[in-house]
């Protein structure tokens, strides 16, 4: 027990340094929010992320919060999460290859009251980190001088949320979660030349999130047969203004003589604008049979859309402007299709009770680049649950998985990611009495 407790407060104060890093190094996480997060645990990302169908009485499923209604009595349930990813870039004939390696998710869940789960974590929502930098002659310049574009950016918001499932009816459950939603992001593009004389012209975008975020989710399970049920599962995520306070710095900088010249926006007097996150509307559907083999398919919709970007945009030979504008965001779709087997989950055998896994995803862009869509996004997963056991505990499951994801489009960068995906669960009887011999 000391050693799942200090593994647990370990990762518990790793938390907050790893969250200061980026989970990220594609240069995509530099258009919109960045980067889109799974909203996955463990045990769903070895199935792609799906969930939405899913209730477990193991595991904590934060994808819809109306799971919460399944877990166990008399447990405390504690899972946390860590990935590492190799990513190798290719435009036309250059590759590029980068790693890292990142805090994922810390959760926690429990039976508050017959028919009631809770539950509570810190997960990320969005994810910034890049660097990179392209040079080229200047068009027609006789002395053939050179100018340099540098492109970096990092940071992200995250999101501490709460959450509630409730069974009011045989077979329907319902939840929410409320998330308070924080985080900051730098993206920095830098234009300098070769030559001296001419001023390194930067730009900076700044943002700094603090706002909140309510998910509603629903399940509804009808029992086929004596061994078969049929799961749907609902959630809606509430768009709204998330404030950020965008703003952007214009930096010439001489270097013959040191000196800077600031230009700041929104300008003095001016109102300070506000980042939006969409409407989300999500549906799934889960396949159970005798508890042993389980198949899912998800959809998710993100409404971006309507979700209006900031945006500096130059008008005549002087007017400038910064201010929200709607055309950078396109409506985001994706489907997920996975299973799980697991021949038994109580079985005297090890092999008998570990989790097998496997998923599928493709996703459209949520952003435009330059007037083209960005990005597609196809992913394929398996994954492990591997049973921990003990003469102190036999609940606890180690998660496992690993992931293939390619974002590309025509024209732009392709990335092809490899990750290893590890979540630790550590289930607990708690709050039964212990027999003292």
């Avoid at 979660?177 to 920095?188: A, E, H, I, P, R």
Wanted: with cysteine; charged share 15%.
């Amino acid at each position: 027990m000391k050693r799942y407790l200090s593994a647990v407060v370990a990762m518990a104060m790793s938390c907050g340094v790893a969250y200061a890093q980026s989970g990220t190094n594609s240069p995509y996480s530099q258009y919109g929010l960045g980067i889109l997060s799974d909203q996955a645990a463990g045990f769903n990302r070895g199935m792609n992320g799906l969930g939405l169908g899913f209730h477990e009485h193991n595991q904590v499923n934060f994808s819809n919060p109306a799971s919460y209604a399944a877990l166990d009595s008399l447990t405390f349930i504690f899972d946390a999460g860590v990935s590492g990813q190799i990513t190798s870039f290719k435009e036309g004939g250059n590759r590029k290859n980068a790693q890292n390696a990142d805090f994922e998710y810390v959760v926690a869940g429990f039976r508050a009251f017959k028919h009631l789960g809770v539950s509570f974590g810190l997960i990320p929502f969005t994810n910034i980190g890049y660097s990179y930098a392209s040079t080229q002659t200047i068009s027609g310049d006789v002395d053939k001088r050179k100018s340099t574009n540098t492109y970096s950016g990092n940071g992200g918001i995250h999101q501490v949320y709460v959450g509630l499932g409730w069974q009011p009816l045989n077979g329907l459950s319902v939840g929410v979660n409320g998330s308070y939603l924080y985080g900051d992001y730098t993206k920095t593009v830098t234009n300098s030349y070769s030559d001296s004389y001419v001023n390194t012209l930067t730009k900076q975008y700044t943002a700094d999130v603090r706002s909140y975020k309510v998910d509603l989710g629903l399940q509804y399970t009808a029992r086929l047969t004596k061994k078969d049920q049929l799961t749907l599962g609902l959630t809606y995520g509430l768009g709204h203004k998330i404030g950020g306070k965008p703003t952007m710095e214009i930096i010439s900088n001489n270097s013959q003589s040191g000196v800077a010249d600031t230009t700041r926006f929104p300008q003095e007097g001016q109102a300070n604008l506000d980042l939006e996150i969409p409407t989300t509307l999500g549906a799934g559907l889960m396949f159970d049979h005798d508890h042993a083999f389980k198949v899912g398919l998800d959809y998710n919709l993100q409404k971006w859309g309507g979700v209006k970007a900031p945006s500096y945009e130059t008008s005549g030979s002087s007017t400038t402007d910064f201010f929200m504008k709607k055309g950078f965001y396109k409506d985001r779709h994706k489907f997920t299709l996975g299973a799980e087997i697991c021949p038994q989950e109580y079985g005297m055998r090890f092999w008998q009770r570990v989790h097998y896994r496997a998923g599928l995803s493709y996703a459209t862009p949520y952003y435009i680049i330059n007037g083209n869509d960005g990005p597609k996004e196809i992913s394929a997963s398996v994954g492990f649950g591997f049973p921990i056991a003990n003469k102190w505990n036999n609940r606890s499951l180690l998660n496992i998985s690993c992931q293939w994801v390619q974002q590309s489009a025509k024209n732009f960068i392709t990335e092809n990611t490899f990750r290893i995906n590890i979540g630790l669960t550590f289930n607990e009887r708690w709050f039964a009495k212990w027999k003292v011999e």
